[in-house]
């Protein structure tokens, strides 16, 4: 008995222990990371992932580094952070924004440093090194990908899980014991506001965050490392962009008098190249020239390589003989830094770009050059102005979007039929290449968006999945393919996604992807008042799948640029709206003229995935003025079918048919008549065949629905394609 009343009390000292002081339980931190599949690899040597990289030189390279006096400039390191971030606080390697990440486009290969330590190429993550341990700390789209790519020697974070730590937790627990610790770090690759929380969270440890302006993965880095692109920049024409640059330097001038600021310093590319109407090669994917801008009221200063500003951007910018200040003065890329200290002696207030949405700001490298009394630390003024598109951007984004769609019903068409003929060689990296072939056949093309994502079966499962020689599998018919894609046209940017089955669907896929439509219909069929946060949105779209326990682990939607950005702030659809609070940048309310993405999912680990993307325009509600409210709703800007044999039609009540209905409509008349005009008639009787009108009330036969086989489809398809072209022949002769 004795025995037992000494258990009872140590459980009851366990319970108490486990609260906090208002009683909530902590969970217990896992220092030691996720479990590891195939690991240790010695155990598992014939089994080892395919792109799973072998990093031991690396790593050993790098700690070397950290104790090399000459590389540190100090004493040694005890550990180095290496974030996925450039100069420019871009971030990843892939695109999309997700809950609980901010990220914004891919960066260039040179800059691809962390992938380059880790082997893991997913768009999220940050690394610490020790002199004995390595982790990295990625969300919960990648802990798969992360696990097959990081070999053993590496820890696995997965953030977001509770009983994960901080990165400055882990450091504060792994040197616990230790004093006069230094965790080195390069100051130009971390955004001011992280290395200021960093501080702050080891204000009361033995563990030091310390700068290290030679970054150490550059010296280790040394074979195979790609260069920057030599390409130079060009003017974006006034037709295309609505505005003159003049004109957006002026707005840019009265905002910084409402804050009293002598100078704006510009970071982000995509906000310079809008801001300049200019476009360039400097990031894969994603049209921007690698600058920095600096505005004052009687002056903009442009810091970029000088074999990039051609002579077009040197007469679109004025810069012969710039003495005023509706001109632009070149400056060399490398002297930004220079002119930053000693320049702004002069000024009393200097506005630098903080945190907002997708922008992470500017980084803790710029912030220290600039007095701590100088500094003015909000969100940049180019944000909320580029947001709002003005109306030929809103032209130019709807012109693009019918023309990506004739893309797109073309490539699936052309897919589907090629699959159903059994031809060889449709793989995952067959379906991507293909895709991005169709686009840019199409008027005003200028490459993709993002590298695409093709995933079939298990890979469908993995959001951002993107093919590689090691890891493509050939297209079947038991699961579902994802494909995400997106293209630059001078007029405006696309991002489209879309789930295809070759097969017979189970019942279970099908109510995952009718319970994802669902949601897609919910928010794009919403009228609401202006006042409506954007993070309150996302629940319209997880509605479905809530309701029978699912859930996806990424936002719903983000911004859309103007042939820029494939992501864009401030939008962020995420019911985690703390998330931009905290980030510096208020929640969004809706404003005509806003573009963003869409796109639900549902993921079954192992055995397939869904996702549904269509870009939504923001318009005037048909009666917009209600008892003194604003109201506002979507306008969707894709218009690409929905696979009809994976939707459950039964499920969809007569509101959600009604919206598919004149949705599909819409693609028979505006993508219809351009795929007509463009002679792509396989598109165009595939897209017929696809957006079938259905009864709005009662059960639907689901073979009517599905209406003919794909074999007398295509027949029927060809037959009336002869048709055509003999009437057009016919009209041609008589003439």
Known sequence: MAT??????????????????????????????????????ALHVDDQPADRQDTSLRLRQLRSEMVRVAAIQGPPLDGYIVTS??????????????????????????????????????????????????????????????????DCKWMLMKSGHENVPSITEWLKYEFRHQKGVRIGADPTLVPAFVWSAWEQELANSTVRLVAVHNNLVDLIWQVDRPNYNPHGAYPLKEEYAGRPWQEKIKRIRMEMELVSA?????????????LLNIRGYDLPNTPVLRAYAIVTHGSVHLYAPRHK??????????????????????????????????TSQAWSTVW??????????????????ILPERRLAKASPVIALRAEKNEVEIVGMRRAHVRDAVAMCDFLAYMEEQIYLGSEGWDELQVARVANEFRLEQDLNRGIAFPTIAGYGAHAALPHYEPKNTTSVPIGSASTLVVDSGGQYLDGTTDVTRTLHFGKPTREEKEAYTRVLIGSIQLASLIFPSNLRTDQLDTLARGPLWSVGLD???????????FLSVHEPPISVSYLGERSVSSGCSAVRMKPGYFFSNEPGYYKESEYGVRLENVLEVVQADNSQRGGQKFLKFRDATLVPYEPKLIDVNMLSPAHRRWLNTYNQRIREEVGAELKKQLRMKGFFWMMEKTRSIPEWGTIDKDAFLGFSHSNASTFGDFHALIVIAILFHAYTST
């Open 85 to 150: 971030d450039d100069d420019h606080q871009t971030k990843g390697s892939i695109k999309r924004v997700e809950m609980g990440s901010v990220e914004s486009e891919t960066v260039d290969p040179r800059d691809m440093r962390r992938e380059f330590l880790t082997g893991f190429y997913g768009s999220a993550g940050e690394v610490v090194v020790t002199v004995d341990k390595a982790a990295l700390w990625t969300d919960g789209r990648y802990y798969i990908q992360a696990d097959q790519q990081l």
């Open 352 to 369: 630098l770009p903080s945190s907002c949405g997708h922008v992470q700001g500017a980084s803790q490298a710029i912030f220290t050059s």
């Open 262 to 274: 002598d100078a704006l310093v510009v970071t982000a590319l995509d906000e310079i190249a809008w």
């Open 309 to 342: 500003v051609l002579r077009p951007v040197d007469v679109h910018l004025k810069m012969d003989s710039c003495f005023h200040a509706d001109c632009v003065k070149w400056h060399n890329y490398t002297a930004f830094w220079d002119d930053l200290r000693t």
């Open 4 to 41: 037992l009343g000494v258990l009872v009390a140590a459980c009851l000292v366990g319970l108490v222990s486990s609260h906090d002081t208002r009683g909530v339980i902590e969970v217990p931190l896992n220092y030691n990371g996720a479990k590891r599949s195939n690991c240790p690899a």
């Open 552 to 562: 996806y682990l990424h936002g719903t939607g983000h911004g859309i640029g103007h």
